[in-house]
C-alpha cells in the first residue's frame, strides 16, 4: 500500500511540473515567441506573402546574427525549446528546420543567375516576397503550398531559392532554410558588400577579376546594357563612377539609409555593382536604375528615347540632391563635389525694363544682390548663382569654304571658349528677354564639369557644330585664364584641374550614339567605354573627338 500511494505522489508531482510548463511563471519571462527569432522564422504555408517579410523587418539585427558561429549555437538551443514553442503558439504555425546539409546543392547554377533586372515575379508580376530560383534563374512569389515558387519545385524539380530581400536560401517544397558557406558568393552578388578600408584601398587596387566565363574584368570599368537607346545613361553613369567622393558615399548604404527614394537606392546598387571584384558577369546592366529614372522623371528619360546625356545630368545631379538633403542638413555629397558660385552682371535696356513693369512682371526673382544703376537708359543687375556645370559656346563654323579647305574641320581651344567667365567678356541672350550677361568665377567646385553647346536648335531643325576643342588632359590651370576669388587666410588657391571623364558624341544630330573616355586612377590609363565595348587607348586620343562633356577634378594641395 506503501508504495502505490507513493507511486500516486509521483504521478501526481508529474501533473502538477506539465501543469506549471504550460502555464506562464510570474518569476520568469514568458517564453519568446517564434517570429521574433531573427533566425528562425515562421513558414508560413497557407498565407505565403509578407510573413518572412516581416518576421524579417521586425528584426533589425538580422545581419549582424547571421553568421555560421551564432546559428551552431542557435539551432541547438531551438531544438531544446521546439516542444515549449509548439505550445505556445499553436498548431496554425511551425518551425523551419535549418540544416547544413542539402542534397540539391549541386544543381545551383551560377551561370544563369542575374540579379540586374526588376524583382518581380515571373508568373504573378508582383514584388512582394519575390525568391529566385537558383536552378533556372526565374523570380517567383513566395514558398508557401500555394505560391508560384512551391509549383515550380514541383513542376520544373528545382528545389533551391533565395529570398531576394532577406537574403536566406531556402529547400522547397520540404521548405527548410540551407545555411551552407557555399551559397555566399551569390549573396555577395545579390547584394555587394565593402567595408570602409575595401573602399579606402580601391584606388590602389590593380588586380583583375574573373567572371564565371572565363573573362577577365576590372572592377569599376565593366561595361554597361545598352538595353535600347539608353547610351546616354551608360555615358553619365561611367563618368559620375571616376568621381571619387561619391563612388566612396554611394558604396556604403549607410550613409543614404535615411533617403526612401528609389532612385537614391537604385544609384547606390548599381554604384555597388559596377565596383564588386566578384561578380559573375563581366558586365552589368542598369535596368532596375533606369525603371527608377523613368518613374522619378515621368518618362522624361525612358528605355528606347535617345536623350542628352548633358540634360540627364544636369537632372540626375538635381534630384539626387534633393533626395538625400534632409530638413537638418541643406547640403548634399552632389553639392560638396560640384556645386560652384558665379557672380552675375546682367545690363537690360530701360525701355524693356519699363514694359515689363507695365505687364506686371517682376525685375528680380530676388536670388542675389542686386544693385541697378540706371544710366544711358541701361540698367544693371548684380547677383549670385550657384551651378554644378558650366556651359561653353563654341565658335561658328564658316559658312562658306574653299574646295582645298572642305576637309579641314575648325578648331578652338578651350582656354579660348573659357574667357566667357573671365568677367569681362559679353555674352548676348535674347530669353527671358534681351540683355548682356558677364559672368565671373567666384567659387570653384571640387568636381568641375564643363559642357560644350555643340547643338543648337533653329526653327526647321538640330544643327551640329563639328569645331573641336583642344583641352590639357592633365594640369588645366584655370588661374591663368580667368580670374579666381582672393583665398581666406592662408589658404592657396586650388586652380589646377586634371580630367577624369570625356564624353563624346560621333553622328548626325539627333541620331548618332555617345561614349566616353574615362580614367583609371590605380594606373592612370585611360579607357573608352562604349556600352559593353570597354578597351585602353592612350591618352592623345582623348583629345582628338568631338568632346561634349567633362568632368575635371581639382589636384590637391602640395
Not at 103 to 118: A, G, H, I, S
Not at 206 to 219: F, V
Request: glycine share 6%; net charge negative; hydrophobic share 30%.
Amino acid at each position: 500500500m506503501k508504495s502505490k500511494r507513493e507511486g500516486g505522489k509521483i504521478e501526481d508531482e508529474d501533473e502538477a511540473k506539465r501543469q506549471k510548463l504550460l502555464q506562464p511563471s510570474t518569476a520568469s519571462p514568458p517564453p519568446q515567441p517564434a517570429f521574433s527569432n531573427a533566425l528562425l522564422p515562421l513558414a508560413t504555408y497557407d498565407d505565403d506573402d509578407e510573413d518572412d517579410e516581416q518576421a524579417y523587418l521586425g528584426n533589425p539585427v538580422q545581419n549582424q546574427e547571421n553568421g555560421p558561429e551564432h546559428q551552431e549555437g542557435q539551432e541547438e538551443e531551438d531544438d531544446d525549446d521546439d516542444d515549449e514553442i509548439g505550445v505556445a503558439q499553436g498548431q496554425r504555425k511551425r518551425m523551419i528546420e535549418l540544416r547544413r546539409d542539402c542534397p540539391y546543392l549541386d544543381t545551383v547554377n551560377r551561370q544563369v543567375l542575374d540579379f540586374d533586372f526588376e524583382r518581380f515575379c515571373s508568373v504573378s508580376l508582383s514584388n512582394l516576397n519575390v525568391y529566385a530560383c537558383l536552378v533556372c534563374g526565374k523570380y517567383f512569389q513566395g514558398r508557401g503550398q500555394k505560391s508560384h515558387a512551391y509549383t515550380h519545385s514541383l513542376e520544373a524539380g528545382h528545389h533551391v531559392y533565395i529570398n531576394m530581400q532577406t537574403e536566406k536560401v531556402y529547400c522547397l517544397p520540404d521548405g527548410y532554410e540551407i545555411n551552407d558557406p557555399s551559397l555566399e558568393d551569390i549573396r555577395h552578388v545579390l547584394n555587394p558588400r565593402f567595408s570602409r578600408e575595401q573602399v579606402d584601398q580601391l584606388d590602389k587596387n590593380r588586380q583583375w577579376s574573373r567572371a564565371l566565363d572565363g573573362s577577365d574584368y576590372l572592377p569599376g570599368m565593366v561595361g554597361l546594357n545598352n538595353i535600347k537607346e539608353t547610351d546616354f545613361v551608360n555615358v553619365t553613369i561611367q563618368s559620375l563612377m571616376r568621381v571619387t567622393p561619391l563612388r566612396n558615399f554611394f558604396l556604403i548604404p549607410e550613409n543614404y539609409a535615411h533617403s526612401k527614394s528609389p532612385l537614391v537606392q537604385r544609384f547606390g546598387e548599381l554604384t555597388r555593382k559596377i565596383w564588386h571584384a566578384r561578380n559573375f558577369k563581366g558586365q552589368v546592366s542598369p535596368h532596375e536604375f533606369l525603371q527608377a529614372v523613368m518613374k522619378a522623371s515621368k518618362k522624361r528619360f525612358k528605355i528606347g528615347s535617345q536623350s542628352d546625356p548633358v540634360e540627364f545630368m544636369s537632372w540626375l545631379l538635381n534630384k539626387l540632391h534633393e533626395k538625400l538633403k534632409s530638413p537638418k542638413k541643406k547640403h548634399s555629397i552632389i553639392h560638396e563635389c560640384f556645386q560652384g558660385e558665379l557672380e552675375v552682371v546682367k545690363e537690360v535696356h530701360g525701355k524693356a525694363i519699363a514694359d515689363k513693369k507695365e505687364n506686371g512682371d517682376v525685375l528680380n526673382n530676388g536670388t542675389g544682390s542686386n544693385s541697378a544703376a540706371e544710366g544711358k537708359n541701361v540698367i544693371t543687375e548684380t547677383s549670385r548663382m550657384p551651378f554644378l556645370m558650366l556651359g561653353l559656346d563654341l565658335p561658328p563654323p564658316p559658312l562658306f569654304q574653299d574646295v582645298m579647305e572642305k576637309n579641314i574641320i575648325p578648331q578652338v581651344p578651350l582656354f579660348n571658349i573659357l574667357k566667357k567667365f573671365d568677367g569681362e567678356s559679353v555674352t548676348e541672350v535674347v530669353r527671358p528677354r534681351i540683355a548682356r550677361m558677364r559672368y565671373r568665377v567666384t567659387k570653384l567646385p571640387q568636381y568641375l564639369i564643363l559642357h560644350m553647346r555643340r547643338f543648337t536648335r533653329n526653327n526647321f531643325f538640330v544643327e551640329k557644330n563639328p569645331t573641336l576643342v583642344n583641352f590639357p588632359v592633365k594640369n588645366l590651370e584655370l588661374k591663368d585664364y580667368i580670374p579666381l576669388p582672393a583665398p581666406k587666410g592662408k589658404e592657396k588657391v586650388r586652380s589646377k584641374y586634371d580630367l577624369i571623364a570625356n564624353i563624346v558624341h560621333d553622328g548626325k544630330p539627333g541620331e548618332g550614339s555617345y561614349r566616353v573616355f574615362v580614367q583609371r586612377k590605380s594606373e592612370e590609363l585611360w579607357y573608352e567605354m562604349q556600352d559593353l565595348h570597354v578597351s585602353e587607348t592612350l591618352p592623345q586620343m582623348v583629345a582628338l573627338s568631338e568632346t561634349y562633356m567633362q568632368i575635371y577634378e581639382q589636384q590637391e594641395q602640395h
